[in-house]
């Protein structure tokens, strides 16, 4: 399924998207989630996210603020979609900073993620070996992070989406690598744990490959566009919300994907 096919799903579906995410990221995920064209629903409560994720067409777990209380929904969720076969992504923010991060990031990628979404470091990490991260920033380039992400995908059987300057997607066999976007996107808060949003919303109408190489083509398109009407990270803000939700499949052409 190619990019503009996924989008034109995507916007016939509007596909439910649990998203538990961390305080920082909550507005602007749900935001650029309804402007991809998909329903955000920021459901954490211990109580009620098993039955709200296998209700949803995919779920997304970032673990940016971490809390006791949130890690048990976060592993409810996760078991909960898992057993009613609903894609989910885990987004492992900064999981290398501490042990407990380290801890959680480890026992949330057992209970069997569809994509792992994440910076160059974070995915170095993940499989055991030592980055140059500091806090939710990289230190490693995306090109340091691909053999590790091949290594990731073939051991947990999912997809790993490595996001930087130029991102690498690969589910063990097949890679990709998106360009585009815009120098300002890092100037953003939360703008990749929002990502990680819309590459749920994309793996609830696409295979997992491709939806996140949907999303990625999406957002690196959206930071063009908006780089052309910004003079800074605010107005770059606001024009990249318009940008997404005005892309159209047909803008949604392969020319930002390169498979090898």
Not at 64 to 90: F, I, N, Q, R
Not at 192 to 203: D, E, F, I
């Amino acid at each position: 399924m190619t990019p503009n096919t996924a989008l034109q799903q995507l916007r016939n579906q509007s596909p439910l998207v649990h998203c538990i995410t961390n305080y920082v990221a909550m507005n602007i995920a749900a935001n650029v989630t309804l402007a991809v064209g998909a329903s955000p629903a920021m459901i954490h409560a211990t109580e009620e996210v098993a039955d709200f994720a296998k209700m949803s067409s995919a779920l997304t777990i970032n673990i940016g603020t971490l809390s006791a209380p949130w890690v048990e929904s976060m592993k409810a969720a996760a078991t909960a979609a898992h057993g009613a076969d609903v894609p989910w992504v885990l987004d492992p923010v900064a999981h290398f900073a501490t042990p407990y991060r380290a801890q959680v990031a480890l026992e949330l990628l057992a209970l069997k993620p569809t994509i792992v979404r994440g910076n160059a470091s974070e995915i170095i990490a993940l499989v055991g070996d030592e980055g140059s991260g500091k806090g939710a920033d990289s230190g490693n380039s995306v090109d340091d992070a691909q053999n590790s992400a091949i290594a990731l995908a073939a051991r947990h059987n999912c997809v790993v989406a490595v996001s930087g300057v130029v991102d690498f997607i690969t589910d063990g066999t097949r890679n990709a690598r998106i360009t585009g976007g815009s120098d300002l996107m890092p100037s953003v808060t939360a703008l990749g744990c929002s990502l990680t949003a819309v590459v749920g919303a994309y793996a609830a109408v696409a295979p997992p490959l491709e939806a996140a190489v949907a999303a990625f083509v999406h957002f690196a398109h959206a930071g063009e566009v908006a780089h052309a009407h910004a003079s800074g990270p605010g107005s770059f803000s606001v024009a990249f919300l318009d940008a997404l939700q005005g892309i159209e499949p047909n803008d949604l052409l392969e020319t930002h994907v390169s498979w090898h």
